[in-house]
C-alpha cells in the first residue's frame, strides 16, 4: 500500500481523465461517483450528467472526504468508488495467449513499487500496443487508484496480471515459444542490436537494484540502452518507453 492511502482505496478512482475513460468502458462497474462541493467546470459538469443519464448516483462531498481517501492524490475533486478488480491473474493470461492471432508482446515489470511509475509504464504499454503487463505480487507495487489515475484510462484498456512466481511465469511463456529479453546494465548487446521481434517479452528491473537473480537467470538474453550523458540511470518508466517504442519501431519494419 502506498504511503498515506487509504485500506479501500483499490476500489477508487480519481481524476477527471481516469473517472472519464471509466465511465466511457466500465460504467456499469461504478456504484458512486463522488464530486467536490462546490467543484464546478465544464469537465466535471459533463462527468457528472453522463453519470446521471446512467443511473450513477453523483454525491456531492466535502473536502475532508477526499482527504480520507486519497490523502496523497491529485484528485481533481471527482472520484468513482467501483467494484472492478484491474489486476488479472495467470489464467486470464494463459486465456489472451491462447486467444491472440499475432505474436505475443509482453512487458514485465520485476520489483517495480512506486504506483506513479507503474500507473506510467501501464500507459506507455498501452501506447505501444502491448498485450498484457506482468508482474509479481511479492516485493512489487500494486495496481491502485494512484497507478491508475496516471494511467489515464489505460488500466482498462490493457491488462495488468499479477503472479505468484514470476520465475515460473517466464518459463511457461518460454514453453509457448515467448522469447525473453531482460534490461540490464552489464549487458553487451543494446537494444538496437537486439531482435524485439516475434513473441516477446520485456522485463523491466527495478531503479537501482534492477530485476531479481531469479528472473535474470529465467531470462534468454540481456540487452541494455546506450547512455550518451553522465546519467548513469533513467526513471523506469522513462526507460521502459525508450525501449517499448525501439521494439514497435523494429516490429513495425519486421
Not at 40 to 45: A, D, E, H, K, S
Not at 140 to 159: D, I, Y
Request: proline fraction near 3%; glycine fraction near 10%; charged fraction near 20%.
Amino acid at each position: 500500500m502506498a504511503k498515506g492511502e487509504s485500506a479501500d482505496s483499490s476500489n477508487l478512482v480519481f481524476g477527471i481523465n481516469a473517472v472519464s475513460s471509466l465511465l466511457k468502458k466500465s460504467a456499469k462497474d461504478i456504484g458512486v461517483l463522488y464530486v467536490l462541493s462546490g467543484k464546478r467546470n465544464q469537465r466535471v459538469n459533463d462527468l457528472m450528467d453522463v453519470a446521471r443519464k446512467l443511473h450513477i448516483r453523483v454525491d456531492r462531498v466535502g473536502a475532508e472526504f477526499f482527504d480520507l481517501k486519497v490523502p496523497d492524490g491529485v484528485h481533481q475533486g471527482v472520484m468513482a468508488e467501483t467494484q472492478v478488480n484491474y489486476a488479472k491473474d495467470e489464467a486470464f493470461l494463459d486465456q489472451l495467449l491462447e486467444g491472440l492471432d499475432v505474436p505475443p508482446f509482453l512487458l514485465v515489470l520485476d520489483g517495480v513499487t512506486d504506483p506513479h511509475n507503474i500507473g506510467a509504464c501501464l500507459r506507455t504499454a498501452d501506447a505501444a500496443g502491448i498485450h498484457a503487463v506482468i508482474a509479481p505480487k511479492d516485493k512489487s507495487g500494486t495496481l491502485n487508484s494512484t497507478a491508475v489515475k496516471v494511467a489515464c484510462g489505460a488500466a482498462e484498456n490493457t491488462p495488468f496480471v499479477s503472479v505468484t512466481n514470476l520465475a515460473r511465469c517466464l518459463k511457461k511463456l518460454q514453453d509457448r515459444g515467448v522469447w525473453i529479453t531482460g534490461t540490464a546494465g552489464e549487458a553487451t548487446t543494446s537494444i538496437y542490436q537486439t531482435d524485439l521481434t516475434g513473441p516477446t517479452a520485456i522485463v523491466m528491473g527495478a531503479e537501482g537494484k534492477g530485476m531479481r537473480r531469479l528472473t535474470r537467470e529465467a531470462c534468454d538474453n540481456l540487452t541494455f540502452m546506450p547512455m550518451a550523458g553522465e546519467v548513469s540511470s533513467l526513471n523506469v518508466s522513462v526507460a521502459t518507453g525508450v525501449i517499448l517504442f525501439e521494439a514497435v519501431r523494429q516490429r513495425t519494419l519486421g
